[in-house]
C-alpha cells in the first residue's frame, strides 16, 4: 500500500501546506467519490469507494501537524497505521510520582466526597494537566522542521522518532489522567474518542 | 439513467423533489400541497396515508399510526418510555419494535414504505412515468440501525434507494445550488422528531462536513407532548375529568396543542378551543406560556452545538452564516437561543420545511450526472468500535471521520483449532461496551483448524457513502475469504425484508383502492358541505323546482356516501356539481353586481 503521503503527491515530510493538501485532497476527491461512478458495474463502484476511503483516511491523517506525527511514528516503523492505535500510554517514569499524587487525590476526593474543596483541587489538578496537554503538542509540532532538514540532509533521524514518540505517550497520558479526573468530578462529556484536531 | 427523485422522510410531514432545468423543486399532490403528513391509517376499506390518514387520528386513534420515524431502528428498551403516550399498541420485541393492528404486527419500515409508496404515486403521477429511484434523508445523528431501516422501507416500498443523505447536508446542498452559502456554514435543523447541528465547510463547490452532533429523539413533538401534559393538568383542575387515558381525546388535546404552538409562532396570544362530548374546553394561552414549557427541551440543543463546534475545531463566532431548517425552528424561542449561541443572526431564506426535500433532489441530480461541479463530503455521526476483553470498546473509526472510510482490525483464535470467531460491533462514545448501541454480532466462520493463536483474521470495517456498514473478512495464513454472518442487533434480517416486499405487492391493489375511495368520500363531503351552505344562504335566488332537482341530487349523493361504491359517489357528486352549476353562475353575477354597490362584496364572494 502507497503511503498517505505519496496519495496526494507529497514527500514524507511533517512540513505541509495546508492549502495545497486541501485543494489536492477535493481534487482527489472529485475523481474518485462514489456520487460520480453511480453508473459504474460492481467492480468499478467497488474501486470507487475503497479508493474514496483511503483518500479520506490519509486527509484526515495528514491534515493536522500532531496527527501527521503519529502518521509518520507508524510508517517509519512499518506499522498499519491506525488512528489511537499507539500502544495504551504507560506513565512516562519522571511523571510516576506526580501522576502517583494525582490518582491519591482522586481516590482521597472520592472517599470522602466531593466537598468544595476538594473537587476545587481536581479541578486545579486537570486546568494544569490540560496546560501541559497542549504544551506536549506544541513541543512536538515546533520538531516538525527539524525532521524535515534531517530528510533532506540524509542524516540520522532515529533519535528524534524516538523522542517524537516519547512526548506521544507522555501527552496521551496527560488525557488519560484528564479524563479520570474528570471521571471523579462527573464531568466528563463523551470523550473518549481523542480530537486530534485539538 | 432513469429520474431519480429525492424524498423527506419526516417524523411530521414527508415530501418528494427533483431537479427540473437546474432547478430543485417539490412535486405536490392534486391539490397542490407539498407537504404529506407521515401518518398511515388502517381503515375498513384498507389502507389510507396523508390528510385522509390525518383525520383518522381521533376517530380511529389504535389504528392510525404517526411519528413512526421515532420507532425506525430501535429496540423496546430505546422507546419503553414513550410507548403509554402512543395511542396505538406496540408491540414489545427486543430486536425491532412492531405496531399492532388488528391481527397483524407491522413494523416501522413496514409504515414507512406506506408513506414512500405514496410520493412515489404522486411523483409518477407528476412524470407519467414509473419512479423506481430515489435519494431519501435521515437525520444526520441516526444510527447504522435507523439508515438501515430507512433503506429497508425504500425497498418495500418499491425504491431502489441510491443514496442515505444527512439531512441537515441536503439542506446545505439545497442552498449551494443557488450559492446562497460559502464558508464555514451551521445548519441547525429541528423538526417533528430529531434534531441536528452540522457544521461544513462551503468552498469551490465542495460540501465538507466537518462534524455533526443531535438527537434522535428530540423535535416538535416533544414540545406538543409537553403542552399535552399542561393542559391535561389545567383540564383536570378545571372541569375535574381526567382525560389522560382516553386515547381519542388524547389525540384532539394533541392537535389543538399541535396548532397553538404554531399560532403562537407569529401571534402573541391565542385562544385554544377544543369540544368535548361534555363540555368545550377553552384556554387563553400567552406565547411565554409555551416558551416556559419548552424552554429546558430548547436547552438541550445547545450542548450537541456545542460538541459539534469543538469537533471541528471551531469557536461559535467562527461560523459565517447559521441555516435554520425544520418546522419547529419558526418558533422564535429557538430562533433566539441559536442566536444567542453563534452570536449572530440565523435565517432560513428557504422555506425551512421543503429545504431538506430540495436538497435530496440535489443530490440526486448530482448521482444521475446532472450536476458535476458539485460534491458531498459527509462524515459519519458516531464512532464504531468493536467490544473488547472486559466489556470495553476499542474504536476503530472515530465519529466524524469522512465517509466512506474504512479500518482494518486483526484477530486471532484462544483455543486450539477454534474454528469461528465472534465479535461484537457497537456505535456511540462511551468507553463500556454495554453503554453503547449494539450494531450487530459477526460470526466469522470457516477459519482453517489451527492451534490458538496462529490464524490471523483481518476483518475490514468499511463505512459506505450512507453511512451504513459493510465488514469483510479473511484469513491471511490461507488468504481464504471467511465468511460473516452478520446478527443486527436492531433491524430486518434480508429474508424478512424480502418477504415484506413481497407482501406489499400483494395489499398494494387493495391499497390504492382504499386510497382512492377515500379520496373520493372527501371529494363528495366537500360538495355536499358547499351546497348545503350555498342552499341555506342564497336558496331563495333559486326558482322552486331547481331547489326540488339540488335537494334530490343532494340526498342522492348523501345516500351514496355512506356506501363504498366509488363509481357511484363519484358519479353523484358529478351529477350534483351539474344540478347547482347554473345556481352558482347566478350567485357569482349576484355578487359580482353587489361589488359594485356595496363594499361588502368581499363577504359575499367569500360565502358563496
Not at chain 2, 452545538?305 to 431548517?325: F, T
Request: aromatic share 4%.
Amino acid at each position: 500500500m502507497s503511503d498517505y503521503f505519496t496519495v496526494f503527491g507529497l514527500p514524507r515530510k511533517l512540513t505541509v501546506d495546508g492549502e495545497v493538501l486541501q485543494r489536492r485532497f477535493y481534487d482527489l476527491s472529485r475523481q474518485h467519490h462514489p456520487d460520480f461512478h453511480q453508473g459504474a458495474d460492481a467492480a468499478g463502484q467497488a474501486e470507487a469507494l475503497a479508493q474514496s476511503a483511503l483518500i479520506n483516511r490519509a486527509y484526515r491523517a495528514l491534515r493536522d501537524p500532531l496527527t501527521r506525527v503519529e502518521y509518520l511514528i507508524a510508517v517509519e516503523e512499518g506499522r498499519e497505521a491506525r488512528e489511537g492505535a499507539i500502544d495504551k500510554p504507560k506513565a512516562p517514569r519522571e511523571l510516576l510520582q506526580e501522576m502517583l499524587e494525582v490518582q491519591e487525590a482522586i481516590e482521597e476526593a472520592k472517599a470522602q466526597g466531593l466537598g468544595g474543596e476538594a473537587a476545587e483541587r481536581l479541578r486545579g489538578e486537570r486546568r494544569r494537566l490540560e496546560e501541559r496537554h497542549v504544551a506536549e503538542a506544541e513541543a512536538i509540532v515546533a520538531r516538525s522542521g527539524e525532521w524535515d532538514r534531517l530528510v533532506d540532509e540524509g542524516g540520522d533521524r532515529k533519535a528524534l522518532l524516538e523522542w517524537f514518540k516519547q512526548r506521544l505517550a507522555t501527552r496521551a497520558y496527560f488525557r488519560t489522567v484528564i479524563d479520570d479526573l474528570s471521571d471523579a468530578l462527573g464531568e466528563r462529556e463523551e470523550s473518549h474518542v481523542s480530537h486530534r484536531r485539538h | 439513467m432513469s429520474r431519480i427523485v429525492g424524498i423527506d422522510l419526516g417524523t411530521t410531514n414527508s415530501l418528494v423533489a427533483h431537479v427540473e432545468g437546474g432547478i430543485p423543486r417539490v412535486i405536490p399532490d392534486a391539490e397542490g400541497r407539498a407537504l404529506l403528513p407521515s401518518i398511515v391509517a388502517w381503515t375498513p376499506n384498507g389502507v389510507v396515508v396523508g390528510e385522509a390518514a390525518r383525520r383518522q387520528l381521533a376517530r380511529n386513534a389504535a389504528r392510525t399510526v404517526y411519528s413512526v420515524k421515532r420507532l425506525m431502528g430501535r429496540g423496546y428498551e430505546d422507546v419503553k418510555d414513550e410507548l403509554p403516550r402512543l395511542p396505538f399498541h406496540v408491540t414489545p420485541q427486543a430486536e425491532v419494535v412492531s405496531i399492532r393492528i388488528g391481527d397483524r404486527d407491522i413494523t416501522p419500515p413496514e409504515v414507512s414504505a406506506h408513506v414512500l409508496r405514496a410520493l412515489k404515486q404522486r411523483a409518477e403521477a407528476h412524470f407519467g412515468e414509473s419512479v423506481t429511484q430515489a435519494v431519501i434523508t435521515v437525520p444526520a445523528y441516526f444510527n447504522d440501525a435507523q439508515r438501515q431501516a430507512t433503506k429497508d422501507a425504500g425497498r418495500i416500498a418499491g425504491l431502489e434507494v441510491l443514496r442515505i443523505v444527512n439531512e441537515p447536508t441536503a439542506a446545505a446542498l439545497a442552498y449551494g445550488l443557488q450559492k446562497l452559502a460559502e464558508g464555514i456554514i451551521a445548519v441547525y435543523d429541528l423538526g417533528g422528531g430529531t434534531f441536528d447541528i452540522s457544521i461544513l465547510r462551503v468552498k469551490d463547490g465542495v460540501f465538507e462536513v466537518l462534524a455533526t452532533n443531535g438527537n434522535t429523539h428530540l423535535g416538535g413533538d416533544d414540545f406538543d407532548q409537553a403542552m399535552v401534559d399542561w393542559l391535561l393538568a389545567d383540564i383536570k383542575t378545571r372541569h375535574r375529568v381526567d382525560l389522560s387515558t382516553d386515547p381519542e381525546a388524547l389525540q384532539e388535546i394533541r392537535l389543538g396543542a399541535e396548532a397553538a404552538k404554531c399560532r403562537l409562532s407569529f401571534d402573541e396570544r391565542t385562544v385554544l378551543t377544543i369540544p368535548f362530548e361534555r363540555f368545550t374546553y377553552h384556554r387563553d394561552i400567552g406565547r411565554a406560556e409555551l416558551e416556559a414549557l419548552v424552554e429546558p427541551l430548547v436547552a438541550t440543543t445547545l450542548g450537541p452545538c456545542r460538541r459539534a463546534l469543538a469537533d471541528a475545531a471551531l469557536r461559535p463566532d467562527q461560523a459565517d452564516q447559521v441555516v435554520l431548517v425544520g418546522g419547529s425552528t419558526r418558533m422564535p424561542l429557538v430562533r433566539r437561543r441559536v442566536e444567542e449561541l453563534f452570536g449572530r443572526p440565523a435565517h432560513s431564506r428557504i422555506n425551512p420545511d421543503e429545504v431538506v426535500a430540495l436538497g435530496a433532489a440535489v443530490q440526486a441530480q448530482i448521482l444521475a450526472g446532472g450536476i458535476t461541479d458539485m460534491l458531498l463530503l459527509d462524515v459519519t455521526p458516531l464512532s464504531l468500535g468493536i467490544e473488547t476483553l472486559g466489556g470495553i470498546v476499542s474504536v476503530l473509526i472515530p465519529r466524524n471521520t469522512t465517509i466512506p472510510t474504512l479500518a482494518k482490525e486483526y484477530f486471532t483464535t484462544s483455543v486450539d483449532g477454534q474454528a469461528t470467531v465472534d465479535l461484537h460491533v457497537l456505535q456511540g462514545e462511551r468507553e463500556l461496551a454495554k453503554d453503547n448501541r449494539s450494531l450487530a454480532r459477526f460470526d466469522l466462520a470457516g477459519v482453517d483448524p489451527m492451534p490458538a493463536g496462529m490464524p490471523k483474521i483481518e476483518v475490514t470495517f468499511l463505512i459506505d457513502a450512507n453511512g451504513i456498514l459493510q465488514a469483510q473478512a479473511r484469513e491471511l495464513r490461507t488468504g481464504k475469504a471467511a465468511s460473516i454472518e452478520v446478527k443486527p442487533t436492531y433491524g430486518l434480517t434480508e429474508s424478512q425484508v424480502e418477504q415484506m416486499v413481497e407482501d406489499s405487492f400483494t395489499h398494494a391493489e387493495a391499497d390504492v383502492n382504499a386510497r382512492l375511495l377515500i379520496e373520493t368520500q372527501t371529494e363528495a363531503d366537500t360538495v355536499i358541505n358547499h351546497v348545503a351552505r350555498a342552499l341555506r344562504q342564497a336558496g331563495d335566488i333559486a326558482a322552486e323546482d331547481e331547489r326540488a332537482r339540488i335537494e334530490a341530487a343532494l340526498a342522492a349523493l348523501r345516500a351514496a356516501r355512506v356506501g363504498t361504491d366509488r363509481d357511484e359517489i363519484r358519479e353523484r357528486t358529478i351529477a350534483l356539481n351539474q344540478a347547482t352549476a347554473p345556481l352558482a353562475d347566478r350567485m357569482m353575477e349576484a355578487a359580482l353586481k353587489a361589488a359594485v354597490t356595496s363594499k361588502r362584496a368581499d363577504r359575499l364572494l367569500e360565502n358563496s
